[in-house]
């Protein structure tokens, strides 16, 4: 009956196409700021109001991308948080929630990781199934300081260029004192696997950027088991990271696997959260 349903709805959407942002038509977005309606189902509505243009229906079991391009919509699934990595729903996505205050001691549980569980086709279906598709929709975005001055590849797609862009240029006002954080840079578009794993990397989408990874920091570099991840030398700023937050992305560093020199642009969490009162 299921099926029959994801078929029906399937076939309803068939030729119904929304156009897909561009970097001029996307408007400035502060996601910390943003009013949110008074929704029923907190998943759909952060979907939506992440990504314009899409549709987000968790009855059915569909996400429509702002293209058009339909992938299912499944709910969380009754797995440990560690099995959660690994084959994603979109469900799975919004299980653990992401902290919106700074609250380092949150990441000490054991796979508290919000926002490392990606359902892949979403991401494809957001930015390209291909490294060729994801390269043709780059652009270079800038940071320049007093001194120092750092360059990111990342997407056009859902906007993401823009909104890095007024991250940056927030960040820009902390200068000289954040330079250092901008020097070295870890880099932006690489399409990828997550190291251990079989699972692309953010990166691979041109959606997120990596800082000095010098003072980021990454826990595989401390030799530490997986799981058993301990503190984290945090060099990050709080208001580097809120930030960044504002605009869209969430941090590595919030997460027991921490990645202290990583933003991803994941609005959808930062919404959900919101919606949750976080």
């Known amino acids: 009956m299921m099926m029959m349903r994801l078929a029906a709805a399937l076939i309803a959407i068939t030729g119904m196409i929304w156009a897909t942002p561009s970097r001029a038509d996307c408007a400035l977005r502060d996601f910390m700021a943003l009013p949110l309606p008074l ?45 959660r990595l690994d084959r994603a729903t979109i469900g799975d996505m919004f299980a653990q929630a992401y902290p919106l205050d700074w609250n380092p001691a949150l990441r000490l549980t054991p796979w508290a990781d919000p926002g490392r569980a990606r359902n892949d086709a979403f991401f494809r279906a957001l930015y390209g199934d291909t490294a060729a598709q994801v390269g043709a929709r780059l652009t270079t975005v800038r940071y320049q300081g007093q001194t120092v001055a750092a360059a990111f590849q990342v997407t056009t797609r859902a906007c993401v260029a823009v909104q890095l862009q007024a991250a940056l240029s927030a960040l820009q006002a902390m200068s000289p004192g954040i330079d250092p954080l901008l020097t070295d840079v870890g880099g932006s578009f690489n399409w990828r696997l997550v190291a251990g794993t079989d699972r692309l990397s953010s990166h691979s989408f041109g959606a997120a950027i ?24 945090n060099h990050i700023p709080p208001p580097l990271v809120a930030i960044m937050q504002r605009y869209g992305f969430v941090w590595g560093g919030n997460w027991h696997h921490f990645d202290g020199m990583h933003f991803e642009y994941r609005p959808e969490l930062i919404l959900f959260a919101r919606l949750n009162g976080g």
């Open 39 to 83: 929704t029923s189902d907190n998943i759909a509505t952060a979907l939506e109001l992440a990504y314009p243009g899409s549709r987000a229906d968790t009855g059915a079991g569909l996400f429509t991308a702002p293209d058009g391009q339909v992938i299912l919509l499944l709910p969380a699934r009754a797995v440990s948080d560690r099995a």
């Open 210 to 233: 990596d800082l000095n990874a010098g003072l980021g920091g990454y826990w595989r570099w401390t030799g530490a088991a997986e799981g058993a991840v301990g503190p984290m030398d």
